[in-house]
């Protein structure tokens, strides 16, 4: 465990290095003299936990914690003499986890200390992600609503479109300029038809009838029709299936398009990231059961390319949110297969670093394979 230490004054920060030198601890102490210190060494190595002085040669805790921008993927505790305990209160409010009252009872009281910390902001991460999951959950349904209300009325219309272009194409049959015009036509309404069939797709995935699939199988087939495209581009791809996944209730055809969207996708950031070959141009493909749970399986694409910005992980799953140039891509490929996933009960995850990685995890639930198979 990384413990990053923020205090000036060398009697305490002996008090606390003391408290954690239990003789089977393995606990990392770093230690930061300053503010300013402070940030070189969060930026080096994320600790696990800060246990901050309220009072800093350069500053205060308190300024530090509310100044905006200041996102932490870890909790900071207070460390506080008597007297200014209102300005702790301050420091909390400004969203340090809690603060400690120095006394030599509260420094040999540390450990349990950071332990019960560690514990609450671990809870309150998750209760986090589960609302913000929720929350897009219900968005990604009511942007599922609309794009299919538009899409149905766009098909009739556009249906209209390509069956005149087709009939201006038979009639034009000697009249070679007009004649490419109208085939003109006729093309891009098959594109519009397309895409709004996709969009159709993201919003209800019509019904093929599940099936007992094995989807390390169905991930070797679709790495027989990609896998070429990739090996010519560098990309080290392998699949990792644990010997313990059984076959899954689903529906192949949509599963297949889910599996070539991401492959798709990760293809497209290592290219970005390395334009040529590179060892660590890699995609890795896992199926594994999620150890919490027997009932759910995970496929996993971790993908060592260009990453998400964090600003805009919750907007990839939307319908038509694209970064690459129109001609590359028209932003269906993660909201289709979100809605596919959804249809089978499971769940699409993302998790990112931009500049190092993207895992997206599908985790399907296991149940009614069985009745299937009966
Ligand atoms: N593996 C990945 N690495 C980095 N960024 C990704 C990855 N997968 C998706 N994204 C980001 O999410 C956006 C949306 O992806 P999505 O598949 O929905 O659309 P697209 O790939 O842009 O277009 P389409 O799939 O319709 O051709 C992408 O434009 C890209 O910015
Ligand atoms: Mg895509």
Redesign the pocket.
């Known amino acids: 465990m990384r413990i990053l230490v923020v205090e000036d004054d060398p009697a305490h920060v002996l008090a606390i290095t003391r408290a954690f030198k239990a003789p089977d601890s393995w606990v990392d102490i770093a230690v930061a003299g300053s503010l300013r210190d402070y940030r070189l060494r969060v930026a080096e190595q994320v600790p696990q936990i800060v246990l901050m002085d309220l009072n800093l040669p350069d500053g205060r805790a308190v300024d530090l914690l509310s100044h905006a921008g200041e996102e932490r993927p870890f909790p900071v505790l207070i460390l506080t003499a008597q007297a200014d305990e209102k300005i702790a209160v301050a420091a909390m409010k400004a969203g340090a986890l809690d603060y400690i009252v120095k006394s030599p009872g509260a420094f040999a009281e540390l450990p349990r200390t950071v332990g019960r910390a560690l514990r609450e902001w671990n809870l309150c991460v998750r209760e986090k992600q589960a609302q913000a999951e929720v929350l897009r959950a219900s968005q990604l349904a009511s942007i599922g609503e609309l794009a299919a209300g538009v899409a149905h009325e766009i098909n009739n219309p556009v249906n209209g479109v390509i069956n005149y272009a087709q009939m201006l194409v038979n009639r034009l049959g000697g009249d070679e300029v007009n004649r490419q015009l109208a085939e003109g036509i006729l093309r891009e309404g098959d594109r519009i038809a397309a895409i709004v069939g996709?969009l159709l797709a993201f919003a209800r995935p019509q019904a093929e009838a599940k099936r007992p699939v094995d989807l390390g199988e169905l991930l070797k087939d679709c790495l027989l029709l990609v896998g070429a495209q990739l090996r010519k581009e560098g990309i080290v791809f392998g699949i990792e299936v644990a010997v313990d996944v059984p076959a899954i209730a689903a529906r192949k055809q949509h599963l297949q398009q889910v599996f070539l969207?991401?492959i798709?996708?990760?293809r497209?950031?290592l290219n970005e990231k390395y334009p040529g070959k590179n060892p660590d141009k890699v995609l890795e493909i896992r199926v594994d059961m999620i150890e919490t749970s027997k009932g759910f399986v995970r496929i996993s694409?971790h993908?060592h390319?260009?990453?998400?910005p964090r600003h805009?992980r919750d907007k990839?799953?939307n319908p038509f949110?694209?970064?690459?140039p129109a001609d590359?891509?028209?932003?269906?490929?993660?909201?289709?297969?979100y809605g596919i996933i959804k249809d089978h009960g499971g769940r699409l995850l993302l998790d990112?670093e931009e500049g190092s990685f993207?895992t997206?995890s599908i985790e399907l639930p296991l149940r009614d394979a069985e009745a299937i198979r009966e």
């Open positions: 996709s969207n991401l798709s996708n990760a497209y950031a694409f993908d390319g260009v990453g998400v805009l990839v799953f949110f694209t970064t690459k590359r891509g028209t932003g269906l490929g993660l909201s289709i297969s990112s993207t997206l």
